[in-house]
């Protein structure tokens, strides 16, 4: 499944404030949907299959990507959930949109592919780079790249940086102090809910 590229607003409308996606709000008040109603009370399924698509479209990932983090945080000790969350929030697109370096998740993501980012001295253009404490990220040192980055600067969209990472907006540098703990997610969300759809597959 390829990652999906049409209106984000309407996905926001339908599943709730997700930070990553967009920074537009919707002036319409009701839910997304055909006379904004539901027919029926959601069932199980459903409740699930939502929490999922709030991680997928929030971070950009794609089905097999997804279900690929959620056996990697099956293999390592701990809570399933939380694991698989700072696996999304360590990729190195969304540490770029939390160092507010970006609007959004997608915008991280053109910088990323388009070479504007250095990680530890190298340019680095895979968004799914996964960010370990002590990685030192920067915007390349060039005209279009830091020009770009001070524009985004210019209209912040998130109110707090995460209390793993610390950045400096003069030279454009941010740092990974640690693994994010799960009250700095900006992502309102049930994460319990996706490991169940998945065991459930």
Same mark, same amino acid.
């Given at each position: 499944?390829?990652?999906? /590229? %049409?209106?984000?607003?309407?996905?926001?409308? /339908? !599943? %709730?404030?997700?930070?990553?996606?967009?920074?537009?709000?919707?002036?319409?008040?009701?839910?997304?949907?055909?006379?904004?109603?539901?027919?029926?009370?959601?069932? *199980?399924?459903?409740?699930?299959?939502?929490? @999922? #698509?709030?991680? @997928?479209? =929030?971070?950009?990932?794609?089905? /097999?990507?997804?279900?690929?983090?959620?056996?990697?945080?099956?293999?390592?000790? %701990?809570?399933?959930?939380?694991?698989?969350?700072?696996?999304?929030?360590?990729? !190195? &697109? =969304?540490?770029?949109?939390?160092?507010?370096?970006?609007?959004?998740?997608?915008?991280?993501? #053109?910088?990323? =592919?388009?070479?504007?980012?250095?990680?530890?001295?190298?340019?680095?253009?895979?968004?799914?780079?996964?960010?370990?404490?002590? &990685?030192?990220?920067?915007?390349?040192?060039?005209?279009?790249? #830091? &020009?770009?980055?001070?524009?985004?600067? =210019?209209?912040?969209?998130?109110?707090?940086?995460?209390?793993?990472?610390?950045?400096?907006? @003069?030279?454009? #540098? %941010?740092?990974?102090?640690?693994?994010? &703990?799960? *009250?700095?997610?900006? !992502?309102?969300?049930? *994460?319990?809910?996706?490991? *169940?759809?998945?065991?459930?597959?």
């Amino acid at each position: 499944m390829s990652r999906y /590229r %049409g209106p984000r607003l309407r996905i926001s409308r /339908r !599943l %709730g404030d997700l930070p990553g996606l967009t920074r537009k709000t919707s002036k319409k008040a009701a839910p997304a949907g055909e006379h904004s109603q539901q027919s029926r009370k959601p069932s *199980e399924y459903s409740l699930r299959l939502e929490e @999922k #698509q709030k991680l @997928k479209f =929030n971070y950009g990932v794609n089905e /097999r990507q997804l279900s690929k983090y959620i056996k990697i945080a099956k293999k390592v000790p %701990g809570s399933t959930g939380l694991i698989l969350l700072q696996i999304l929030e360590m990729r !190195l &697109d =969304n540490t770029i949109f939390r160092l507010g370096l970006s609007p959004t998740i997608p915008a991280a993501r #053109q910088l990323v =592919n388009h070479g504007h980012v250095i990680v530890n001295k190298k340019i680095v253009s895979i968004c799914s780079y996964q960010c370990k404490p002590g &990685d030192i990220i920067q915007i390349k040192n060039k005209y279009s790249s #830091q &020009d770009l980055v001070k524009n985004y600067l =210019n209209f912040p969209t998130l109110a707090s940086i995460p209390n793993h990472l610390e950045v400096d907006t @003069k030279i454009l #540098q %941010g740092k990974v102090n640690g693994i994010i &703990d799960r *009250e700095w997610v900006a !992502l309102q969300m049930n *994460e319990l809910l996706v490991v *169940e759809y998945y065991s459930r597959k």
